[in-house]
């Protein structure tokens, strides 16, 4: 049995869980109103808001690019994050330190000095306002999340396991193909699902190198709201969320939620 | 320094017994061992000695005052933790002064004492270090003064020497129950380690699966299991299975399967009958190469031979299924594999049990 | 083993290496200069090495106040998140299996839910008309609705939330790594709960406080999003300014350095961070 204690911490506990999803509830909640206007349905629900997505083909642009962004920029992320993360995971060499430091940086500069200073560097070389612009960014911004990831789930990872394989006969290759890669092969994937959950939510750096024709689904559902706001915004949110949430218990079984957070 | 009383206690885990019913009485300033393997109730003992966690049933009197329903900070008991648990943000004065503070103590009082403490375990020089900085040993010494310091009624040691070095070990057996002696407090020792306890206590009781299985002085906990659980959990020991077949003047006589006749002492009074176990330690064996005048005496072939510096180690099949046997190394010529023998012991070293005391 | 050489596997880094050098190391390198060129609403960007803008920056009350009210608001956010997020954290440490599963992904919720529908949520709950405010005047506690969208509350709430989580990670880490046996100790030696959680609980979790303060500081001084949405040009922060310059004023290198300057805030303040708890002492004891 699960003993749940009652006292003051489990109320607080209570009100603090509410106070962290009250703005999701409440997104969802209006995505079912049958008004024109932001609110939230207490008699009446309607999916009147979803079929009205479709009418809409710049979101559904937007989400095809977001798509597409975050595919592709998943894909190279993981790719170099994964990499990055094996060379981390040599004990010591010199320099180790600050490399695990500058694969991280991206996290603790601010994404919008990273937003206009990609914008900079750019439209030097005229690449402004393009989806590899956008891209390049993602890949940036979302690097050190998987090596993150990656990193934890080598933490646990025995080395003696490789070298009883190579005193068996398996050589470099076939040990890293056959011993480590399956496995890490679950920190790997949680990496490249974060990255491409971070990649789909990125707004401020997008923001600033897609330039004004090109919109990510964040992208315009960020102008949308600064201008009108109708619960068509709502419904598309939800659906993000649900997307989310699927991303988000897989991650969880793959290598646990606190552990890819970085706890 | 006070009287423990344990009456009856009982503790459950998601249902399951882990002490059951358990009755002991350790009287001032005495050093009682709790020995056991892991699993058999001794820590959650000593938890509900200190007040960790409350008994299901049952009570707890220290110096005769019921303490079942007291919190641990409102017991007087020092407790020293398997790992120590030194404060590790305070120096090691801090550290001792911690339990004087919680009790109010003015500052001008607590410098002496903690002073004093720290002499008693021979680290004066120490007081402003912190603890990370100082050995294992000294870490354990540290945490002896703390727990000293505040004067408690009972000491409680969780196995407080298993991190300590083979050799440290042995030097902190000795100075440990020193200090004891010197304060004059009654202790409470869990340890899994039957040398341990054999080393330092004035009483063993010897736990499994929740109850005490014996309880008396080392030499009779080594000399008079009461079953072939402790005789093989304290020490290593023959058994040989046998049927009783009657007992006289304190000794009875157990027929092993080929007829051969063994005799030996029998404590659980002489009642018992049926299927029996002759217990003999493998030190109480003498190996001769031809027949000498002795109680018993069983040939065999030796099968084994361990050579283990100040002693030897034999294996030897008989009749009677294979024997230990350790010599001690005095010298001479070894016994080699494959060569006949003679073992011969007395009827005083033999230990005859019923087969179903099991426990 | 020798420490002294390069191990073949660490090459494994180069790509993901030379992809950060070239499109973030390089790009900041860039902007650095870029903060002391000159700009004119006709002639546009001017290049040359001029220290006006970062005059205009520290001269100017406009700007200055900005940076204040960041600070301020992150100095709040800090706040808030500690008081929240110890207690949370701390619950989590008492709970486990499937109740501690369930609580710790909704904790971790306002990281991983796109970062513009949360916002959006908190757009339409702190409105004039929202639930908040139809819930504060329907039980009387004011007439009005409170200004909380286009606010620095309605800033200071929308980071609190999704800052929170980092708070609780942080310090939840720290009661983890602690050894039951120290409160047990403390007891034996009179402690009553009260007392052994301050004089040993908390203390040790001294290092998690720390760095969890450090990190929700430096993301609030840098936050974007949330204050955009929920301020707006209405209730400018140091970012939003920054983005204004750049995609609305085009005055970039004003803009550049500005950032620059918000750079330089957070790392020192990380800096110091790290100077503190590489100290000898700190060291020795929270290890």
């Keep these: ?263 | 320094m006070a009287k423990l009383e344990l009456d009856k206690v009982v503790k459950k885990f998601d249902g399951s017994l882990v002490v059951d019913q358990l009755s002991l009485t350790i009287n001032d300033g005495e050093f009682v061992s709790l020995l056991g393997p892991s699993g058999c109730g001794k820590t959650t003992t000593l938890s509900m000695i200190a007040g960790f966690l409350q008994p299901d049933g049952g009570e707890i009197r220290i110096g005769g005052k019921n303490v079942t329903e007291l919190p641990p900070y409102k017991r007087n008991t020092g407790m020293v933790f398997q790992n120590y648990a030194l404060f590790p943000h305070m120096t090691v004065a801090q550290n001792v002064a911690f339990g004087l503070k919680m009790r109010k103590v003015s500052a001008a009082d607590i410098a002496p004492r903690v002073k004093k403490a720290l002499d008693l375990v021979k680290l004066p020089h120490t007081a402003d270090r912190y603890p990370r900085q100082l050995s294992g040993g000294q870490q354990q010494r540290i945490a002896i003064a703390r727990a000293l310091v505040i004067e408690p009624e009972i000491l409680l040691l969780d196995e407080p020497l298993s991190n300590l070095d083979a050799k440290l070990r042995e030097e902190m057996r000795i100075e440990l129950r020193e200090i004891q002696r010197r304060v004059g407090i009654t202790t409470v020792f869990v340890t899994h380690d039957q040398a341990e306890a054999l080393a330092m206590s004035d009483r063993i009781a010897v736990m499994h699966r929740g109850i005490i299985v014996q309880e008396g002085p080392p030499v009779a906990i080594y000399d008079r299991p009461a079953t072939e659980f402790v005789a093989d959990f304290i020490g290593a020991t023959n058994v040989i299975d046998g049927e009783f077949i009657g007992s006289h003047g304190g000794y009875g006589t157990l027929v092993v399967k080929n007829g051969l006749h063994i005799k030996g002492i029998v404590t659980l009074g002489s009642q018992f009958s049926g299927l029996g176990k002759a217990l003999i330690r493998p030190e109480k064996i003498v190996v001769s190469t031809e027949a000498r005048p002795s109680e018993n005496s069983l040939p065999g072939r030796v099968e084994h031979c361990v050579f283990l510096g100040m002693l030897i180690h034999y294996v030897v099949s008989t009749e009677a299924g294979r024997l230990s046997v350790i010599c001690q190394n005095s010298g001479g010529t070894f016994k080699t594999v494959g060569m006949d023998v003679v073992l011969s012991w007395e009827n005083d070293s033999t230990l005859l049990i019923p087969a179903e005391a099991k426990q | 083993m020798n420490t002294e050489k390069w191990p073949r596997a660490a090459l494994l880094a180069l790509p993901a290496l030379f992809w950060l050098g070239i499109f973030f190391l390089v790009p900041l390198i860039l902007i650095l200069s870029l903060s002391f060129y000159g700009f004119s609403p006709m002639e546009g960007v001017q290049a040359g090495i001029k220290l006006d803008n970062y005059v205009k920056l520290f001269t100017d009350s406009y700007y200055i106040g900005i940076f204040v009210r960041t600070f301020r608001i992150s100095i709040i956010v800090t706040i808030l998140c500690l008081l929240l997020g110890y207690p949370e954290a701390y619950y989590l440490t008492r709970v486990q299996g499937r109740v501690k599963a369930l609580v710790m992904m909704i904790v971790l919720s306002p990281l991983l839910i796109s970062a513009v529908t949360r916002t959006f949520g908190w757009f339409i709950l702190l409105g004039n008309n929202g639930v908040i405010n139809n819930t504060i005047v329907k039980l009387g506690l004011s007439d009005t609705p409170v200004k909380l969208l286009y606010s620095e509350t309605g800033i200071i709430i929308g980071l609190t939330h999704v800052l929170v989580p980092l708070m609780v990670l942080s310090i939840y880490a720290s009661l983890q790594r602690r050894d039951p046996a120290l409160v047990r100790a403390a007891e034996t030696l009179g402690a009553n709960p009260v007392r052994a959680f301050l004089e040993i609980t908390l203390p040790l979790s001294l290092p998690g406080i720390l760095a969890g303060s450090v990190l929700v500081f430096t993301m609030s001084m840098s936050a974007f999003v949330t204050p955009a949405v929920l301020g707006g040009s209405r209730v400018r922060v140091v970012a939003y300014l920054v983005y204004e310059e750049f995609l609305q004023s085009l005055n970039w290198p004003f803009g550049a350095a500005l950032a620059l300057v918000l750079v330089l805030l957070t790392t020192t303040i990380v800096l110091v961070y790290h100077r503190v708890i590489e100290r000898g002492r700190w060291k020795e004891v929270f290890r």
Aim: no cysteine; net charge positive; proline share 6%.
């Design chain 1, 1 to 263: 049995m699960i003993k749940i204690p009652r006292d003051f911490l489990s109320y607080f506990n209570f009100l603090f869980l509410i106070f962290l999803m009250a703005p999701i509830v409440v997104v969802v909640l209006v995505a079912f109103t049958p008004e024109g206007w932001l609110q939230i349905p207490t008699t009446k629900f309607s999916l009147r808001w979803f079929r009205e997505i479709p009418r809409h083909p710049e979101f559904i642009e937007a989400f095809k690019i977001s798509l597409m962004v975050a595919i592709t920029s998943s894909i190279i992320a993981t790719t170099l994050g994964t990499f990055a993360a094996m060379a981390l995971a040599q004990h010591r060499f010199p320099g180790r330190d600050a490399l695990n430091s500058f694969l991280l940086s991206p996290l603790m500069v601010p994404t919008v000095v990273t937003g206009i200073s990609l914008l900079y560097f750019l439209s030097m070389i005229g690449l402004a306002s393009t989806v590899t612009a956008i891209i390049l960014g993602h890949v940036i911004v979302t690097i050190p999340y998987v090596v993150r990831t990656v990193s934890a789930s080598l933490v646990g990872f025995d080395q003696s396991l490789e070298r009883a394989a190579m005193n068996l006969g398996a050589n470099r290759v076939q040990t890293f193909l056959r011993i480590r890669l399956p496995l890490i092969a679950p920190g790997i994937t949680a990496g490249g699902i974060f990255a491409f959950i971070m990649s789909l939510d990125e707004l401020t750096v997008t923001l600033f190198v897609s330039g004004p024709k090109l919109a990510t689904l964040p992208i315009r559902i960020y102008n949308h709201i600064t201008y009108i706001t109708d619960p068509l915004v709502a419904a598309v949110s939800t659906v993000i969320v649900a997307a989310t949430f699927i991303g988000v218990l897989l991650l969880d079984r793959l290598v646990g939620l606190d552990k890819a957070m970085g706890a």
